[in-house]
């Protein structure tokens, strides 16, 4: 099938050595969006409004610091600390505090609700998922109506744990009958196949730290552990 935007990085990420292809296509958009915080946009008006609303994560705000750009950072930082602390400020006015127990559940209403708020919203985050589901869904389409990849799916290192449960549950609303059953045959295969291949590699790296193993080689364990990282939490950073 002719490539099309969404298939282009799609494709890319499965040609590639990795293990898993959706983290791949994940971090690539993560660099692009904190590239895009950080390049001219954070002056325009629209930007830095919703940056003053919603903010960012943590794990994100880590990779703007550690980038050159300052200014950038005390500029968007800067506005969207007058805009929550104002927003804290009037909330505190008419909110009353809660008179359950220090270990009881609490409403996410008031003043502990817009903080809570505050720590699970991000404007990176934001960015990336909306781009990130089509990319899901071209997966899915490009398993539908081209063999080519259709081979390198079924060929791939598998996927990490988060990915595979979305395309698994993605298979039901984009796929139906025969090639939904084929879509999830081949997805099950790939991942629990590779799985074990991380585990065994696993297995043997900290079998190399018995003495009776010393001599012998490390066969393909020696990154091992930043490999298992990925498959069970979608991220390895050195």
């Known amino acids: 099938m002719k490539e099309q935007l969404y298939t282009i990085p799609v494709n890319d990420a499965f040609s590639k050595d990795c ?6 296509m994940y971090t690539e958009l993560e660099q692009e969006a904190v590239e895009f915080t950080l390049g001219p946009s954070y ?3 629209d930007i830095r409004l919703e940056t003053d609303k919603t903010g960012f994560c943590t794990h994100h705000m880590k990779q ?5 750009n300052r200014l950038g950072v005390a500029l968007m930082l800067h506005t969207h600390m007058k805009y929550s602390t104002e927003k804290l400020k009037n909330i505190s006015k008419s909110a009353q505090p809660s008179k ?7 409403e996410q209403t008031g003043v502990y609700g817009y903080t809570i ?10 960015r990336i998922k909306n781009v990130f589901g089509r990319y899901i869904a071209t997966v899915l389409h490009c398993y539908n109506n081209d063999d080519g990849f259709r081979d390198k799916f079924a060929h791939c290192k598998g996927f990490c ?3 595979y449960g979305m395309l698994y549950d ?6 139906n009958g025969t090639k939904q059953k084929e879509f999830l045959n081949d997805l099950n295969k790939v991942y629990f196949e590779n799985m074990q291949r991380v585990i065994d590699d696993l297995e043997w790296f900290i079998d190399k730290f018995d003495y009776r193993n010393e001599d012998k080689p490390w066969k393909n364990s020696k990154d091992a ?3 298992s990282i990925i498959k069970t939490n979608s991220y390895f950073e050195e």
């Open 64 to 68: 703007l610091y550690k980038n050159q």
């Open 19 to 24: 293990e898993c292809p959706l983290c791949l």
């Open 117 to 126: 708020e505050l720590e699970n919203s991000c404007f990176i985050c934001n």
């Open 100 to 106: 359950k127990g220090l270990f009881a559940k609490k």
């Open 161 to 163: 744990n988060k990915h």
């Open 43 to 45: 002056m325009e008006d």
């Open 170 to 175: 993605a298979a039901s609303s984009s796929l």
């Open 225 to 227: 552990v930043p490999r």
